[in-house]
């Protein structure tokens, strides 16, 4: 596995990587989920790359960059272990020159659900996304069905700027209590770990009624804030159907 840093670095590697080329987006800190990208990818290509890089033009200003989850020591060995060809770890000046910077911005659907709530949100994934794409070049990347507003809206900016890329969608891989995988789980202490299995219980109640006949989105959404509303430490921002 050749693990690099610099651009130059990267695309001479990479023109020696064969096609199909799959390439995993991620800002490490990596479980079960971003695994089970890569082995999609390592299923359906001939070399698989994968980024590794908090990208920060994606955290508002009052979020969480700079106590994001990190350990690039075992990242580098879970990608080893996988048979990952390519792995890049960029600087924040290698992705983002000094001076006016260039924005990519997918309009309209970036503008609802966590759009609304994080704004600038989707123009740093975008942005980032069309550079890692021009990067590594690769014929396909896959993404998590988890971050379900993302997966369309890099959909979108692909079609939209003609990239010759097939974005791949992957299912939600979750714990056994039902909860998603994340790297954020990490700041939850005991008590707000199980409080948060109240997203799946919730996703559940929608399911069972859905399955008992209610075809109704305003009377699934109001299902769901039930579940989550009887739960103390949650506090809703946003339920969607
Ligand atoms: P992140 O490192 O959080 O930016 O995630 C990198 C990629 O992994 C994104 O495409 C996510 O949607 C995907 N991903 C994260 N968690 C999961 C999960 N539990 N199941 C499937 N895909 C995931």
Known sequence: ???????????????????????????????????????????????????????????????????????????????????????????????????????????????????????????????????LFNAFQPTKAYFGQKDAQQARVIQRMTEDLLLPIEIVICPIVREVDGLAMSSRNSYLNPEQRQAATVLWRALGHAGSLYDAGERNAGNLREGMLDVLNAEPLARVQYVSV
């Open 1 to 131: 596995m050749e693990v690099v840093k610099q651009l130059e670095q990267l695309r001479t590697t990479r023109r020696k990587c064969s096609d199909p080329f799959g390439l995993v987006p991620t800002m490490g800190y990596l479980h079960e989920g971003h695994l089970s990208l890569v082995r999609c990818a390592m299923s359906e290509c001939a070399s698989v790359g994968v980024s590794i890089f908090v990208n920060p033009t994606q955290f508002g200003p009052n979020e969480d960059l700079t106590a994001y989850p990190r350990d690039l020591e075992r990242d580098l060995s879970l990608l080893s272990a996988e048979g990952v060809d390519l792995v890049w770890i960029p600087e924040v000046e290698g992705l983002y020159p000094p001076g006016d910077p260039t924005w990519v911005d997918v309009e309209g659907l970036t503008e609802y659900l966590e759009g609304a709530k994080r704004s600038g949100h989707f123009r740093g994934v975008t942005t980032v996304v069309a550079k």
